[in-house]
């Protein structure tokens, strides 16, 4: 088709902090949680398909990712050939069962076409799972951007929240490296949850988790929280590749105090 050809090289961070003054409450709820729209990202570019080989190639695609997520919380897979080929992948929070990973990546092709159509790539990010897919040939953009970010309603009551929030930083960024890429903790009330693509080293998801920490601390302070935006870089308009995504979930009921933030991050690498 014609598209600059680049590796299909990428990695995700999902990230949560949820501060609040009440009890924590199991992570799994309900369907609705785990399964509704956090972000959607769609190329501007159609694919011409004549012929609806790459139609087919998608469907196949589609097919094998939820079939798989019966099985695994990740999987990465190309279907077709040659420039036809269409490269893909989905993953599930580490704290889903296999029936709620299926659950919710078996909802992501109907919204792919729904929200992106046929276009040469998109993503579509649930609370609790993400599918992506490109054509082969797909320009990637290097660099980083904040893509998304959502902040609570509620501003922290009382003092020491930075405090509480970095030593819960400090603590997320050891252990998603000794969790292999996916890891929880709480600390006085602050809860955060990273996860990165299950394709990523060690090592490399400590540093994307610390890149990530870095931008979270400038962006959030104890006096933010009152207002909700979504960011989307200049770059996010000619192609889409997501690197890190961080963002907040109701995993715990909400409360009179509670706050939380998210944002979606997008780096590259080469």
């Keep these: ?31 609705s949680d785990y ?19 790459y139609s087919q190639a998608l469907s196949a695609l589609f097919g094998s990712l939820v079939q798989q997520s019966s099985k695994s919380r990740y999987f990465k897979t190309t279907s077709g050939t040659g420039q036809s080929s269409i ?11 296999n029936a709620d990973c299926y659950n919710c990546v078996s909802k992501l092709p109907q919204m792919v076409d729904s929200l992106c159509g046929k276009t040469i790539a998109g993503r579509v990010q649930l609370q609790g799972c993400y599918l992506l ?9 290097s660099g980083m951007e904040m893509l998304y970010k959502t902040c609570g309603a ?3 009551a009382g003092s020491g929240f930075e405090e509480r929030r970095d030593t819960a930083f400090s603590v997320l960024e050891n252990g998603v490296a000794s969790g292999h890429g996916f890891y929880t903790t709480s600390y006085q009330a602050v809860y955060v949850l990273g996860q990165c693509e299950g394709s ?19 962006e959030w ?28 979930r109701g995993l715990m009921k909400k409360h009179d105090g509670n706050e939380y933030y998210s944002f979606l991050k997008r780096q590259n690498f080469f």
């Design 87 to 97: 490269s893909g992948l989905f993953q599930c929070r580490g704290d889903l069962s």
């Design 133 to 141: 897919y490109e054509v082969a040939g797909f320009a990637q953009i």
């Design 200 to 218: 990523v080293g060690d090592s490399d998801c400590s540093e994307c988790v610390k890149s990530a920490v870095q931008r979270a601390q400038v």
């Design 35 to 53: 399964t509704s729209l956090v972000y959607k990202g769609c190329a501007k570019q159609s694919f011409s398909d004549p012929t609806g080989v």
């Design 221 to 248: 302070t104890g006096t933010t929280g009152k207002t909700v935006a979504i960011i989307l870089g200049g770059a996010a308009g000619v192609g889409f590749l997501v690197i890190c995504l961080l963002f907040a």
């Design 154 to 156: 509620t501003n922290v």
């Design 1 to 31: 088709m014609g598209f600059p050809t680049r590796n299909f090289s990428k990695f995700f961070l999902f990230f949560i902090i949820f501060f609040t003054n009440f009890n924590l409450i199991p992570l799994t709820e309900s369907a």
